[in-house]
């Protein structure tokens, strides 16, 4: 039977990571830099009640689903101090006087944690209090003041073949060794499930048959090809990397690839196994 399907590939990406609209990020200044960080949770902590009666009027009135709040902060390190220089709206007004009865900065004295600062590239944007950035800073606080950060020079990694696209089909397809497959097997369009993990430098690391077509030299073939697969994207988030599994179906369809463009070259001589 005919696959229907117009893709060779098909990506499941499973991040462990709860899918929702990514949130406008807090935006921290530092050095002359601009570093972003999710949205700081449990602002109770920094602002008195009338002023976070304020805030939680303001996230009745959200706009977007990229910015439920309604707002956004914007930080400012100086001297190694934390400060809060702007509130900012939908609309980008600066909204700090309505909400705090002042517009001058406030050093974020109550703040006693880390922060994880992205900056360079955007990589993705999987999650609701999830970013991934090219590169990452940690930095701890103590009383609104820095104890400690590390620039952490480990990247997050993209991928010119993710999301699966017809550059990425048509090379698997190049890589397939068709005159090593029975022909009369090939006519039948076997298809393999494979699931793959990628290793912290975005390298396949290991790939294991989730199903089997039922024909052992197909399987093999399966796997081989996809450990040539260039790399896969790779996400540093928070100090350490999140592995990303992918589940890849691949179909063993001739007339497909040749359809696709796919550089193939055929022994027609070559008779059948």
């Known amino acids: 039977m005919k696959h229907k399907l117009p893709l060779l590939l098909a990506f499941l990406l499973i991040c462990g990571i709860v899918q929702a609209t990514p949130q406008a990020r807090d935006i921290l200044y530092w050095n002359g830099n601009e570093y972003h960080t999710i949205p700081l949770k449990q602002i109770e902590k920094h602002f008195s009640q009338e002023e976070v009666n304020n805030l939680e009027e303001l996230g009745q009135n959200w706009k977007t689903t990229a910015n439920y709040r309604g707002y956004r902060f914007v930080f400012e390190i100086d001297n190694d101090s934390l400060y809060l220089k702007s509130i900012v709206n939908d609309n980008d007004e600066n909204i700090m006087e309505a909400v705090l009865g002042s517009q001058k900065q406030r050093m974020m004295d109550s703040f006693s944690d880390t ?21 990452e800073i940690t930095v701890v606080f103590k009383n609104g003041v820095v104890q400690w950060f590390k620039d952490n020079k480990n990247k997050s990694v993209s991928s010119p073949y993710y999301p699966p696209d017809i550059p990425l089909i048509k090379l698997l397809y190049s890589k397939i060794q068709w005159n090593s497959l029975d ?3 090939l006519q039948k369009k076997p298809k393999v499930i494979l699931d793959i993990e990628n290793d ?12 089997s077509s039922g024909y052992g030299e197909f399987d093999e073939e399966a796997v081989r090809v996809i450990k040539t697969m260039p790399k896969l994207p790779v996400s540093f988030v928070k100090g350490k990397y999140i592995h990303h599994d992918y589940r890849i179906v691949v179909f063993f ?4 690839a040749q359809k696709l463009g796919a550089n193939i070259e055929i022994d027609e001589s070559e008779p059948n196994k």
């Open 115 to 135: 922060l994880f600062l992205g900056y360079g590239k955007a990589m993705y944007e999987p999650a609701f209090w999830t970013m991934v950035y090219e590169s």
């Open 183 to 185: 022909k009369e097997t």
């Open 200 to 211: 912290s430098i975005s390298m396949i690391e290991e790939v294991a048959i989730r199903k």
């Open 253 to 256: 369809d001739l007339e497909e």
